[in-house]
């Protein structure tokens, strides 16, 4: 069956995504405007500074980093094509929650350290994290479906493609998350988020 994969009315949820995350890159990286250590997921700093959970996920540490999750939001748009996406606001909504249970997610990791007195000290930052539970997400997806999310029709169909797909881009992406600079914590969170969300 031949796929459309033109602009549609669904699109504008991607582009806003992508435009967000070059503008937050310009006011400060390029231009400089805002110091982006403002905005990173730091543990310590969270119960004083609750904004950095949705923050931490708008800033990237460089052109490389903002790019590769560039590639992550147009890779997961053509899952959800394929999939048959019929929602113009599924992946607005999904980043909002996901950003708040990834972060619970690591807040369960880090409490159970502080009981065996380890206090981990990181600053974390970058969209990779919802790009990982969108994987997850569409992953389990690909497998069974999902007609609703959240009381709203979304359409999604089972695809064996995507699954073939979604399932070596996952692996490949849990290889290079144990490369030095890269955060396993957030992407590994970002996954289980991901398939909790499918769930419910």
């Known amino acids: 069956m031949a796929i459309n994969n033109s602009i549609s009315k669904y699109d504008l949820q991607y582009f806003v ?15 400089g405007v805002i110091d982006k250590e403002y905005f990173y997921f730091v543990p310590r700093l969270i119960s004083d500074q609750p904004y950095r959970i949705f923050t931490s996920i708008l800033v990237h540490a460089d052109l490389n980093h903002l790019l590769s999750n560039i590639g992550g939001i147009i890779i997961t748009r053509y899952f959800l094509i394929r999939l048959g996406i019929e929602s113009r606001f599924f992946y ?3 980043i909002f929650i996901c950003s708040f249970l990834n972060f619970f997610i690591i807040w369960v990791y ?18 990779s994290g919802i790009i990982y539970a969108l994987f997850g997400f569409l992953l389990l997806t690909s497998f069974y479906g999902k007609s609703h999310f959240l009381g709203k029709q979304i359409g999604l ?16 992406g849990l290889i290079f998350s144990f490369l030095p600079g890269v955060s396993l914590l957030g992407q590994l969170s970002g996954f289980i988020a991901g398939c909790f969300l499918f769930l419910i």
């Not at 995504?17 to 231009?31: A, N, P, Q, S, W």
């Not at 880090?110 to 969209?127: H, Q, T, V």
């Not at 089972?158 to 490949?172: A, D, G, P, R, W």
């Open 92 to 94: 607005l909504k999904f």
């Open 17 to 31: 995504t992508g435009l967000f995350l070059f503008l937050v890159f310009i006011f400060t990286d390029l231009i």
């Open 157 to 172: 169909k089972f695809n064996y493609e995507v699954q073939k797909m979604s399932k070596t881009i996952c692996l490949i």
């Open 110 to 127: 880090e409490k159970i350290l502080s009981y065996f007195n380890i206090y981990p000290n990181y600053a974390a930052l970058g969209f």
